[in-house]
């Protein structure tokens, strides 16, 4: 899908109208958005319209009221249509993880979806380079310490998914008017409801969305803002409480909320369940290179040269995408797929196919 033009011409809510009329007023008294105003916003946003400080406080008392499901569901379908689509032959997961990232434990994802692809299961992520308010490293930043490609183009990217399995989308290229909005982001302070909706772009078209969340009530807006876009309609959205945010599940314990063609259902993970005896902090990396240590513990979890905690916790989530994307009927049948994966070699051909990419 090539790249929209600007529009010339705007609705009726301008974003100081908007302010003043609508979410404006204060916490308590401050109303939702109709789709149309979070549409008209939301292409004013893009295309530069508001000035700074117009721009600052919509953003601000949007945080402040929170959004619904409804004006996220516009402001991602207006998204789309910036959105450069390159969707591979294969149907992946796509793994629209926290674009904040991590600072104190270890990127699992990266290493999780390799192996879910050797199992057989396609595996797409997506990030952009460091992204306000956090900037700590995200995807990119461990694949980039692997030596696989990342500032793609989205055609090489879906071309990546369809000749290894996994595959990485980089936002400056499928979504460059979001991107354009780095700066005014990094000089807010706060997250803006931008870092959730960037997240939902889903570039490969892929059926299946696999997202994480710190509350169950935020995984269900996330259902729901899928079940009102125009722009997507997904077969399968599966949210699970990671760590710092992350698509990775937290040792002990983990909720997971499951939507598959209009039924949401929420159940509990319980690691020691699964043989894994092991806490948060038995995850943590040198929080001053959390993209090395996780870089290097990817490539001996994938050489299958460890057997400890980390290699358990990939091996879940591993399973977690196998099982997303139907691959598998339970979490244990993904898990004995990911473990033949690594054990087989299958993981450590798709990390040599994605550096010789």
Known sequence: ????????????????????EVVGSGVKSAEDMTREQATDAMERIL????DPTTLGAFWLA?????NNAEELAAYTDVIAEDVVYAEPDVDPV??????DGKGDTAILGAAAGIVAAGAGTPVVTHSGDRVPTQKQDVYKHVL???GVRTELV???SAEMVDETGFGFYYQPEFAPRINELWDRRDQMGVRTFVNTVETLANPAKADVHLGSFYHLAFAKKVTSTFEQMASQSPHRVVMFQGMEGYDDIRPGYTKVGEWTDGEFQDYEIETPEYGMDFEYEDLAVDPDDVAGDSARLTEEIIAGEREDHFADAVALNAAFRIYA?????TLDEGLELARESIESGAADAVLEQLRDF
């Open 144 to 146: 980039d310490e692997l």
């Open 1 to 20: 899908m090539a790249q929209a033009t600007e529009p010339t011409e705007f609705g009726e809510w301008p974003l100081k109208r908007l302010m003043t």
């Open 325 to 329: 994307r139907d691959d598998a009927d």
């Open 154 to 156: 989205p055609n090489e």
């Open 94 to 99: 796509d793994c629209g993880a926290n674009y």
């Open 62 to 66: 949007n945080r402040w009221k929170h």
């Open 47 to 50: 295309a530069g319209e508001p």
